[in-house]
């Protein structure tokens, strides 16, 4: 059974940053690539980060470009998203997701087939 779980969400101030964990079973890591995707309250869900299975290649929305980065620790099977310079806007639920598929890094969530529950984001101002 493939189980992605993610961890280290919070309550954080604006300005402040966090680190996200997707610790991850059943699957063989390295054959994945991994996503990070966000989700507020009556909005859909949107793309945040992407990265390729040895890590060579990440993708980013561009409203987190240089805030951000996703790393990814075969050893571990973990995929990491460092998030620094919080601001409001980056409230949401953050998703962890997995795709064996191949060919570009996209930024649609239809690619990928494993998704983890979810874990909070909260910044205030």
């Known amino acids: 059974q493939v189980q992605l779980v993610e961890s280290g969400g919070g309550l954080v101030q604006s300005g402040g940053s966090l680190r996200l964990s997707c610790v991850t079973s059943g699957l063989t890591f390295s054959a994945y690539r991994f996503g990070w995707f966000r989700q507020s309250p009556g909005k859909d869900r949107e793309f945040v980060a992407a990265i390729t299975r040895h890590g060579a290649t990440t993708l980013y929305r561009d409203s987190v470009k240089g805030r951000f980065t996703i790393t990814r620790d075969n050893a571990r099977n973990t995929v990491y998203l460092q998030m620094n310079s919080l601001n409001p806007e980056d409230t949401a639920a953050y998703y962890c997701?997995?795709?064996?598929?191949?060919?570009?890094?996209?930024?649609?969530?239809?690619?990928?087939?494993?998704w983890g529950q979810g874990t909070q984001v909260t910044v205030s101002s």
């Open positions: 997701a997995a795709t064996a598929s191949g060919g570009s890094l996209t930024t649609g969530p239809t690619v990928y087939r494993y």
